[in-house]
């Protein structure tokens, strides 16, 4: 998606070679009208999917999801990080290993809102390792639920996740793919310029 690229190249700060901090668009301030774009982008990528539900992590995967939600016309629901106080009854949930913070957390969602019947498509803003998608994964399967693809804002190229999940026969779909952060620059992959 060039317009990402082009937003990643102005206002994306490299912060080492293996961070890119993107604040100002995705994951502390949210800009409305392009996340619409967003929106669209990820509708094009999954219309000949059968999807009937978005399903995401707390909390920059919200606003990238509701975004195609509107314009895929499904709901969107997204898993939990924290216990809720109100979310007790019928919740799945899975382990994550986070490698940017080192920690294991517990996700969960409620069963109540996915059954058999949907097609899930899992969004979040990055993928560098994939724990957070696999979370989501095995937590759509516990309940039923088929996972009908990933969509992915903006997806680390040189880690693991993409190449691990795509080996699972999943369609992941991201809308820019990073080759490298290196010398303080963003470089894409060249297959991106086939994308809208
Ligand atoms: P993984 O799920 O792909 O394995 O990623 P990892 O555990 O390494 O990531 C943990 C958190 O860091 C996630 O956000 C993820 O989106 C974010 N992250 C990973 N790489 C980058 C990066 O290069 N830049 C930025 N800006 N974020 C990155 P989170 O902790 O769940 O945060 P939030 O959703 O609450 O904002």
Known sequence: MELLKKRIEEEGKVINDQV?????FLNHQVDPLFMMEIGEAFRERFRQDGITKIVTLESSGIAPSVTAGLAMGVKVLF????????????????????????????????SEYLTSDDRVLIIDDFLANGQAAQGLIDMVKQTGATVGGIGIVIEKGFQTGGDTLREQGIKVESLARIQSLQDGRVTFFEEEEVHV
């Open 79 to 110: 898993a939990r990080k924290r216990k809720s106080l109100t979310l007790k009854e019928g919740l799945v949930s899975s382990k994550v290993y986070s490698f940017t913070k080192q920690e294991w957390s517990e996700i969960s969602l409620s």
């Open 20 to 24: 890119l901090k993107v604040d100002s």
